[in-house]
T-cell receptor, first 111, second 113 residues
């Protein structure tokens, strides 16, 4: 069974600090990785994608991928109360069209 | 309209009713998906359509019946549902290929009474 694992949280971070969200996956051959943000009662929204080892930055968000260790992380700098949401990690395993989602990490930014 | 549109946003139905959920995408994508999201569970993939052909059915009970008449429209027909089927049903679309993420619709909050 190919899996994506996340700590469900809740993760509480003070406003202005760095929030760090982690995700591990079971299939070493996985090719593409995505982070989604889901506000309560809303649908998931794609915020980052990463395909190669290393870091990818987009504004306050940085995705980090380490294929050897099979983990992907999301850093949110200068956290804002509006960043409070559940963050879903999604992985496309090798040879498969579909995305497999983790259970999500609930993040709360404390003013 | 842009993006992925789902209707209705909310649906309450009895266990003997028949209803349909509708999804429409305006993004030129060629794959569409139905997901179920229940509290404290990961997103559960139900059906995948690629180029209008069903390519995956994740052991979904037959009381859920998908239909994809063209690459822009996807339906989920519901009949004789159970209370445990109450959940948020999400439609998504994407280009095919490993580099593409999904765009989700707003979802239909379904309550079976």
């Amino acid at each position: 069974q190919k899996e994506v694992e996340q700590n469900s949280g809740p993760l509480s971070v003070p406003e202005g600090a760095i929030a760090s969200l982690n995700c591990t996956y079971s299939d070493r051959g996985s090719q593409s990785f995505f982070w989604y943000r889901q506000y309560s009662g809303k649908s998931p929204e794609l915020i980052m994608s990463i395909y190669s080892n290393g870091d990818k930055e987009d504004g306050r968000f940085t995705a980090q991928l380490n294929k050897a260790s099979q983990y992907v992380s999301l850093l949110i700098r200068d956290s804002q109360p509006s960043d409070s949401a559940t963050y879903l990690c999604a992985v496309r395993f090798a040879g498969n069209e579909k995305l497999t989602f983790g259970t999500g990490t609930r993040l709360t930014i404390i003013p | 309209e842009t993006g992925v549109t789902q209707t209705p946003r909310h649906l309450v139905m009895g266990m003997t009713n028949k209803k349909s959920l509708k999804c429409e995408q305006h993004l030129g994508h060629n794959a569409m998906y139905w997901y179920k999201q229940s509290a404290k569970k990961p997103l559960e993939l139900m059906f995948v359509y690629s180029l209008e052909e069903r390519v995956e059915n994740n052991s979904v009970p037959s009381r859920f019946s998908p239909e994809c008449p063209n690459s822009s429209h996807l339906f989920l027909h519901l009949h004789t549902l159970q209370p445990e089927d109450s959940a948020l049903y999400l439609c998504a679309s994407s280009h095919t290929g490993v580099g593409y993420g999904y765009t989700f619709g707003s979802g239909t909050r379904l309550t079976v009474v």
